[in-house]
């Protein structure tokens, strides 16, 4: 499957951007679908992710309670809700899919996004 970020920018803290992943193909429902982050200087991480029919979904702690994670099977996308956005909430966000299982590990996803930047300041 081919993904395709958009929606990042630059945002106040306390402030709120929704991310979406455009996906190619016609199986999107058999893909479990998470979103990521790298900070400059620092290893990709897991933020958010849902199974493939969206009824589960797991968030690091960090942006639990003001992140959300969705995904429309019907448009072939996946949705990331920020809110109340902090200023270490910076960094490029990747989204990404694997078939199967909703796992959080960055190793498991086999299909990328190319990223988009989300910059908060202060």
């Known amino acids: 499957v081919q993904l395709v970020e958009s929606g990042g920018g630059l945002v106040q803290a306390g402030g709120s951007l929704r991310l979406s992943c455009a996906a190619s193909?016609?199986?999107?429902?058999?893909?479990?679908m998470g979103w990521f982050r790298q900070a400059p200087g620092k290893e990709r991480e897991f933020v958010a992710i849902i199974s493939g029919s969206g009824s589960r979904t797991t968030y690091t702690d960090s942006v639990q309670g003001r992140f959300t994670i969705s995904r429309d099977n019907a448009k072939n996308t996946v949705y990331l809700q920020m809110n109340s956005l902090k200023r270490e909430d910076t960094a490029v966000y990747y989204c990404?899919?694997?078939?199967?299982?909703?796992?959080?590990?960055?190793?498991?996803?086999?299909?990328w996004g190319q990223g988009t930047q989300v910059t908060v300041s202060s």
């Open positions: 990404a899919g694997r078939v199967g299982y909703y796992y959080a590990d960055v190793q498991e996803y086999n299909s």
């Open positions: 193909g016609r199986t999107f429902s058999s893909y479990a």
